[in-house]
């Protein structure tokens, strides 16, 4: 019989590639999304959509006594909003009820996956240490404020139960569509930056990723586990044009913006997109985000325990990426 395994947020960049993976490796795939989502890509790898109500508890449980699911990957999360409420709400309040419903259930999920970040911890300072499952708290962003209180509402109220957390630094790959934003200006000869000051900076290959989070399915852990993910290395923050110039042969004009300029612009768009539902794709937080000092990561931890050992580093999973970009007509 096969295992079946429930996947949230299958609609949605990972999600693609998880449901693919999960297919591929024998589960039987069911996606809880909402009926407006888009799912012709991913129909082929889904052996029943769901629909339950994520704000109801009792939509929750009859989804879970009625499925007996083995596992469950809750990928689905908001990564923007116009309030901290609002995402709290979402990435906090879903995550819990979500937890409620499996674990109350006859027969709960053997593991249950929670993708949370590695924006939950924070950056640190250039010269510090790669961050560990250990480090301090310190998130820099309202979505990652938003999961590192949901990594705090599990430890508290799911201590004892087989879960597991996976943090992932930043995921590139096919489908994705903010660093794509980067790669489409460089694209048009443009290599921008803010500021000059160095970063070190980590990534994570989209199959890497789904590799991991099934990993984690099936490998022996106790009771909960936190895991920090990337492609085990660390990368300069003029890596990806690089990439980009070697695999195109194509040359970049690179420009430096000052810092207080692009700050200021910032915090005027913020401002002008006050009353829109929509934000915009610079904003104050995001800037620090992006100018954050050091996202390095050890994934000793992973290694050891899952058996991850990464694929792909930056230099071929950037360079697979950017060609089916251009092969599927994005630039």
């Known amino acids: ?3 079946k395994i429930l996947i949230t947020g299958a609609s949605g960049f990972v999600g693609f590639h998880l449901v693919s993976a999960a297919f591929e ?3 039987e795939v069911h996606a809880a999304i909402r009926r407006s989502s888009q799912v012709a890509d991913i129909e ?8 339950p109500d994520f704000n109801q508890a009792s939509s929750l449980t009859a989804l879970f006594s009625s499925e007996n699911y083995d596992y469950v990957i809750h990928a689905a999360a908001m990564t923007k909003a116009k309030s901290e409420m609002e995402m ?3 990435n906090v309040g879903m995550t819990q009820r979500l937890l409620e419903a499996a674990f109350q259930a006859s027969q709960p999920p053997v593991r249950f996956i929670f993708v949370s970040s590695l924006a939950a911890v924070g950056p640190v300072g250039y010269l510090d ?3 560990t499952e250990r480090t301090p708290y310190k998130p820099v962003t309202m979505y990652g404020r938003s999961k590192r209180e949901a990594e705090k509402m599990i430890r508290v109220k799911f201590a004892e139960r087989p879960i597991t957390i996976i943090r992932p630094t930043a995921v590139y790959g096919p489908r994705e569509k903010d660093l794509f934003i980067l790669f489409n200006t460089m694209n048009k000869g443009l290599d921008a930056y803010v500021g000059k000051a160095p970063q070190k900076l980590s990534f994570v290959y989209v199959k890497d990723l789904v590799d991991v989070l099934l990993r ?3 490998s022996p852990q106790k009771g909960l586990a936190v895991f920090n993910i990337s492609d085990g290395r660390v990368y300069s923050r003029y890596e990806m044009a690089e990439i980009f110039k070697k695999t195109f042969r194509k040359k970049l004009i690179r420009v430096h913006v000052p810092y207080t300029i692009v700050k200021t612009v910032a915090q005027i768009s913020q401002w002008l997109y006050r009353n829109s539902s929509k934000t915009p794709v610079i904003y104050p937080e995001r800037l620090g985000e992006l100018t954050a ?4 990561c050890d994934i000793r931890y992973a290694e050891q325990v899952l058996g991850y050992h990464p694929q792909y580093d930056l230099n071929s999973g ?3 990426s950017l060609l089916w970009y251009k092969k599927n007509n994005w630039f």
């Open 1 to 3: 019989m096969k295992r």
């Open 25 to 27: 490796a024998g589960y």
């Open 44 to 51: 082929p790898f889904i052996e029943k959509f769901v629909y």
């Open 88 to 90: 709290i709400e979402v």
């Open 129 to 131: 240490e790669p961050i």
């Open 216 to 218: 984690a399915c099936i």
């Open 293 to 296: 000092e050091n996202w390095g």
């Open 318 to 320: 950037l360079a697979d």
